[in-house]
């Protein structure tokens, strides 16, 4: 069992940046695969980014060049860098992680074992 605890939500102005975190539980989060993904409501759960445990990196097309996803393994935390943020990223940002769930599975949320509560970010005009 692992569990996810998100931090870092808040509101920022349409161009703005925010750092998002994700402390887990277990040391063993370095052999796991983790990612973010965002709900919306009526859109459902959306893959954001992902890393798996090799460090190799995914990310939806959509924030290429302006997210990055790292993690810092000797703190058991994840972190998420969100850059030019716009008003269509406002979301609730999920941590999750999955001990066999390859990171490309960006666009399977529901291969992801483990979920945090969320974090709201709101991006305005």
């Known amino acids: 069992q692992v569990q996810l605890v998100e931090s870092g939500g808040g509101s920022v102005q349409s161009g703005g940046s925010l750092r998002l975190a994700c402390a887990a539980s277990?040391?063993?989060?370095?052999?796991?695969?983790m990612g973010w993904f965002r709900q919306t409501p009526g859109k459902g759960r959306e893959g954001v980014a992902t890393?798996?445990?090799?460090?190799?990196?995914y990310y939806a097309d959509s924030v290429k060049g302006r997210f990055t996803i790292s993690k810092y393994n000797a703190e058991n935390t994840l972190y998420h860098q969100m850059n030019l943020l716009k008003p269509e990223n406002t979301a609730i940002y999920c941590c999750?992680?999955?001990?066999?769930?390859?990171?490309?599975?960006?666009?399977?949320?529901?291969?992801?074992?483990?979920w945090g509560q969320g974090t709201q970010v709101t991006v305005s005009s």
């Open positions: 890393i798996d445990s090799t460090g190799s990196t």
């Open positions: 277990r040391s063993s989060s370095s052999r796991y695969s």
């Open positions: 999750a992680a999955s001990y066999d769930t390859p990171g490309y599975f960006l666009d399977r949320p529901y291969m992801w074992a483990y």
